[in-house]
């Protein structure tokens, strides 16, 4: 299953005569290409997937729809000649322009010249997931709870944010992980006021915050979690963050359900954070989609008014940062429903003292 009739539409409905695909997330989502070599070109009644001697077996395979095309000279000259031997009026051709590189634009131009381009962003089409996209997703956050948990006993006090990492991303990748969604963030201590504290060669200490940020990818499909544990027994000044955090993370997913705006959500975290006394310590958006790419619309932010439809995917994930001294964040994914939300990332969210 893939999205070629979704594309179509949106081709039809902006009067476009044809569009180009090079990017693997939409050759993946639109076509079902897993490949890296490959351009697709698809307009309101037609589909093409050319590509070379590598991958056209594969792609005879995998793009259901597509009439799969070997190119022997360059991709651009059997796009042109596709156009030519079957009438295609392409007036005006889509590409996807937050991912084109300049020089390759210039190509493509220059081969087509007889057509006017238009820079489209295609990853609001991805933003309602499939029934198929998100038994994969599901999939994905099991393996992410399931290593976060084995990962736990074996953390001690005295290894390091690297170390800790190793093992979370070995834990993944032994449930099916094909690799770890971004680089995993472990932050301790001090570090655990850096919102996007990738893992460093610190050394976990007893009494530390550690924050981890992370998620494992099935099939394509990524997820995204954040847990912060204490190393030993909390304080009470960590207890009293912590919860302040706890609160605002469950106000906001109160908050999600169909029909609500990415905003309303970012509202219900960074209110509650802020009537706790901590305005200017949560700078970061509230949360972001999550599928083929591990930042997809929608998005939670001061600034989104996207509205949330039901079978969207958004992370909640509010977070209070002391430069220099400590900071936590909780997250959460979940699949928007018009009642509320189904959670994905089933791991407590209860203060974990690790005794290692």
Same mark, same amino acid.
Do not use: C, W
């Given at each position: *299953?893939?999205?070629?009739?979704?594309?179509?539409? =949106?081709?039809? $409905?902006?009067? !476009?005569?044809?569009? &180009?695909?090079?990017?693997?997330?939409?050759?993946r989502y639109f076509a079902g290409f897993t490949g890296t070599t490959a351009v697709a070109f698809v307009t309101p009644k037609q589909a093409y997937t050319i590509t070379d001697s590598r991958y056209t077996e594969q792609a005879q395979q995998q793009c259901e729809g597509y009439e799969v095309v070997q190119y022997t000279t360059t991709v651009w000259d059997s796009i042109s000649k596709i156009i030519e031997e079957q009438q295609i009026s392409l007036a005006v051709c889509a590409f996807e322009g937050n991912y084109v590189p300049v020089d390759?634009?210039?190509?493509?131009?220059?081969?087509?010249?007889?057509?006017?381009?238009?820079?489209?962003?295609?990853?609001?089409?991805?933003?309602?997931?499939?029934?198929? #996209?998100?038994?994969?997703m599901r999939k994905a956050a099991q393996i992410a709870d399931e290593a976060f948990a084995a990962m736990l006993p074996q953390l001690k006090v005295g290894m390091t944010e690297k170390? $800790?990492?190793?093992?979370?991303?070995?834990? *993944? *990748?032994?449930?099916? +992980?094909? #690799?770890? +969604?971004?680089?995993?963030?472990?932050?301790?201590?001090?570090?655990?006021?850096? @919102?996007?504290?990738? $893992?460093?060669?610190?050394?976990?200490?007893?009494?530390?915050?550690?924050?981890?940020?992370?998620g494992a990818v099935y099939k394509g499909y990524h997820s995204d979690m954040t847990r912060t544990i204490v190393m030993g027994n909390a304080s009470q000044a960590q207890r009293s963050l912590y919860n302040v955090v706890l609160q605002a993370q469950l106000l906001g997913l109160k908050a999600v359900k169909a029909g609500v705006t990415g905003k309303m959500v970012d509202a219900a975290c960074r209110d509650s954070i802020y009537k706790a006394? !901590?305005?200017?310590y949560f700078n970061h958006g509230t949360g972001h989609g999550v599928g083929l790419d591990i930042h997809e619309e929608p998005v939670a932010s001061p600034r989104s008014d996207t509205v949330?439809?039901?079978?969207?995917?958004?992370?909640? %994930? @509010?977070?209070? =940062? &002391? @430069?220099?001294?400590?900071?936590?964040?909780?997250?959460? +994914?979940?699949?928007?429903?018009? #009642?509320? !939300? %189904?959670?994905?990332?089933?791991?407590?969210?209860?203060?974990? #003292?690790?005794?290692?």
């Open positions: *299953m893939n999205g070629l009739l979704r594309l179509q539409d =949106y081709l039809t $409905a902006h009067q !476009y005569d044809g569009i &180009l695909l090079l990017s693997q997330t939409n050759l390759t634009y210039q190509i493509f131009s220059e081969v087509l010249n007889h057509s006017q381009f238009a820079s489209v962003n295609l990853t609001p089409l991805r933003a309602v997931k499939r029934p198929d #996209e998100l038994d994969l170390d $800790a990492r190793v093992i979370l991303e070995i834990e *993944m *990748m032994r449930r099916g +992980s094909e #690799e770890p +969604s971004f680089d995993t963030i472990v932050a301790s201590g001090h570090r655990s006021s850096m @919102p996007h504290g990738v $893992a460093s060669d610190k050394v976990i200490e007893d009494g530390d915050f550690v924050t981890f940020d992370f006394g !901590y305005e200017g949330l439809e039901p079978n969207m995917i958004v992370t909640v %994930e @509010p977070g209070v =940062y &002391l @430069p220099g001294q400590i900071g936590l964040r909780i997250e959460d +994914s979940v699949i928007v429903t018009d #009642e509320g !939300y %189904e959670l994905l990332t089933h791991t407590s969210k209860e203060l974990i #003292e690790v005794k290692g």
